[in-house]
């Protein structure tokens, strides 16, 4: 079955960055929108960064300059470099593959900012 497997979580001190990566499996990765997400202890899970088939990119308000999504086509894997990162970042970080009526998910990695 489809497989969204991220890695790359842990604790960091703010002002420090992380890099996530999720690898794919058992989908055409280069079709496919691939999203991070987040979901912080009692709230909803929340849109983090895209990015498009076709390479586009676009991301939350709260990350924008800070975190950047890119994308490895040969590699089945999508990136989330986070920089900068705050206390309010720490979250479980959720990869996304989404195409037309198909949408899976990882299992999610824990990331935690905190001195």
């Known amino acids: 079955q489809v497989q969204l497997v991220e890695s790359g979580g842990g604790l960091v001190q703010p002002g420090g960055s992380l890099r996530l990566s999720c690898l794919a499996s058992?989908?055409?990765?280069?079709?496919?929108?691939m999203g991070w997400y987040r979901q912080a202890p009692g709230k909803q899970r929340e849109l983090v960064a895209v990015?498009?088939?076709?390479?586009?990119?676009n991301s939350a308000d709260a990350v924008k300059g800070r975190f950047t999504i890119s994308r490895d086509n040969a590699k089945n894997t999508v990136y989330l470099q986070m920089n900068n990162l705050k206390p309010e970042d720490t979250a479980v970080y959720y990869c996304?593959?989404?195409?037309?009526?198909?949408?899976?998910w990882g299992q999610g990695t824990q990331v935690t900012v905190s001195s």
């Open positions: 990015v498009t088939s076709d390479g586009d990119t």
């Open positions: 996304n593959a989404m195409f037309r009526m198909y949408s899976y």
């Open positions: 058992r989908i055409i990765f280069s079709f496919y929108t």
